[in-house]
């Protein structure tokens, strides 16, 4: 199973939106509404930000938000914060009953 | 509140074995299935299987089949994974992580442990 496809780092100013791309096929991301984001800190474990697709967790600010199309799921991050500067990763359910992650990407704040 | 405490670092040389723990409290065991996680040093994050504690039954991502192992001891609500014929390119951190959807899986976690270290060198 192919990790799944995210751009390498991503970037943007305070208060402005990013979205970070999560590329699959038919039989992960395409194929299911399972797909999750997890947002990771530096000698932190993640942190689960939105699941099947577009729920957030109780906790999770609003400015996070997820979608699907097709075999892409994006993650939106609006009104962005210093805090928000941490590495992203996506993963997807799979057909063989297996989770598959993405490479991750590395969202800057400047 | 739910909990999932990890063992401690491992240096190991190659071709030897580790298990690692993780104990879980805080929730019923048994409710929940349990993933494993492992994170090399400056990669992503990489998906190696899960266990469902209630009754044992593993699911390995393909990778990992053949010497991965994931067992559990219901009586001390704790989880195992042990990764045998280590390389060097097994050193990574190694989460276990509860999966959100009870006794259904649903293949995604809300709770992590605090990572074990596995160093593998000569």
């Known amino acids: 199973q192919s990790a799944l496809t995210q751009p390498a780092s991503v970037s943007g100013s305070p208060g402005q939106s990013i979205t970070i791309s999560c590329t699959g096929s038919?039989?992960?991301?395409?194929?299911?509404?399972?797909v999750s984001w997890y947002q990771k800190h530096p000698g932190k474990a993640p942190k689960l930000m939105i699941y099947?697709?577009?729920y957030r967790p109780s906790g999770v600010s609003d400015r996070f938000s997820g979608s699907k199309s097709g075999n892409t799921a994006s993650l939106t991050i609006s009104g962005l914060q210093a805090e928000d500067e941490a590495d992203y990763f996506c993963?997807?359910?799979?057909?063989?009953?297996?989770?598959?992650f993405g490479g991750g990407t590395k969202l800057t704040v400047l | 509140q739910v909990q999932l405490v990890q063992s401690g670092a491992e240096v190991k040389k190659p071709g030897a074995s580790v298990k690692v723990s993780c104990k879980a409290s805080?929730?019923?065991?048994?409710?929940?299935?349990l993933h494993w996680v492992r994170q090399a040093p400056g990669q992503g994050l990489e998906w190696m299987g899960w266990i469902n504690p209630n009754n044992g039954v593993t699911n390995y991502a393909q990778k990992f089949q053949g010497w991965v192992s994931m067992t559990r001891d219901t009586s001390i609500s704790t989880a195992y994974m042990e990764l045998s014929r280590l390389r060097s390119d097994d050193t990574a951190l190694y989460y276990c992580a509860r999966d959100q959807g009870g006794a259904s899986a649903v293949f995604h976690f809300d709770y992590w442990g605090q990572g074990s270290l596995v160093t593998v060198s000569s």
């Open positions: 805080g929730y019923t065991f048994t409710g929940y299935y």
């Open positions: 099947d697709v577009d």
């Open positions: 993963s997807s359910y799979t057909s063989s009953s297996t989770v598959v």
């Open positions: 038919s039989s992960d991301v395409g194929g299911y509404n399972y």
